[in-house]
T-cell receptor, first 114, second 114 residues
């Protein structure tokens, strides 16, 4: 079957570092995405990993291990505005017309406290 | 600036009504998607389209249909709305044939069926 697991909720302190984990089981794999979604707003793209290793983008980094079916999103120097849901999504292979289906996890709601 | 717009932010309908949700993108994207987002379940794909007049079922197509007569517009139709279709509906679009095919999301339509 296809399954993506991530913690439901996390809390952290302003200025700290937080790691949000995601494990996946899919029939195929062609990349993993992280999206940020503030309450009542659309998800916005944060990062993409298709090869093993760490991708760094400012305060945010994302790691992938394909052999373990595992990824994490690392947020450094947390700010209050980072309070949001973080969605892990795996692009499954297959489908027609050049489309690869995205399978989303339920999201991790992060609350950053002063 | 990349833009995906949806016809309504909030919609209230009665059981049995026919409901149209419209999505327009101005990025000349080939792929367009309709998702619903429910607490604890994440985003689930209803239908997608990779070209004008082409459509494919996602994971939960029952009770929905779609129409794509023009490249920029993708409509979701609830033929006879039911209370279990109360949800947040998100439209997204992406390019075809690009390495990471990032999906851009609209602001969402919160539909309540009474």
């Amino acid at each position: 079957g296809q399954n993506i697991d991530q913690p439901t909720e996390m809390t952290a302190t302003e200025g700290a570092i937080v790691q949000i984990n995601c494990t996946y089981q899919t029939s195929g794999f062609n990349g993993l995405f992280w999206y940020q979604q503030h309450a009542g707003e659309a998800p916005t793209f944060l990062s993409y990993n298709v090869l093993d290793g760490l991708e760094e983008k400012g305060r945010f980094s994302s790691f992938l291990s394909r052999s373990k079916g595992y990824s994490y999103l690392l947020l450094k120097e947390l700010q209050m505005k980072d309070s949001a849901s973080y969605l892990c999504a795996v692009r499954d292979t297959g489908g027609s017309g050049g489309y690869n289906k995205l399978i989303f996890g339920a999201g991790t709601r992060l609350a950053v406290h002063p | 600036d990349v833009k995906v717009t949806q016809s309504s932010r909030y919609l209230v309908k009665r059981t049995g009504e026919k409901v149209f949700l419209e999505c327009v993108q101005d990025m000349d994207h080939e792929n367009m998607f309709w998702y619903r987002q429910d607490p604890g379940l994440g985003l689930r794909l209803i239908y997608f389209s990779y070209d004008v007049k082409m459509k494919e079922k996602g994971d939960i197509p029952e009770g929905y249909s779609v129409s794509r007569e023009k490249k920029e517009r993708f409509s979701l139709i609830l033929e006879s709305a039911s209370t279990n279709q109360t949800s947040m509906y998100l439209c997204a679009s992406s390019l075809i044939g690009v390495s990471y095919n990032e999906q851009f999301f609209g602001p969402g339509t919160r539909l309540t069926v009474l």
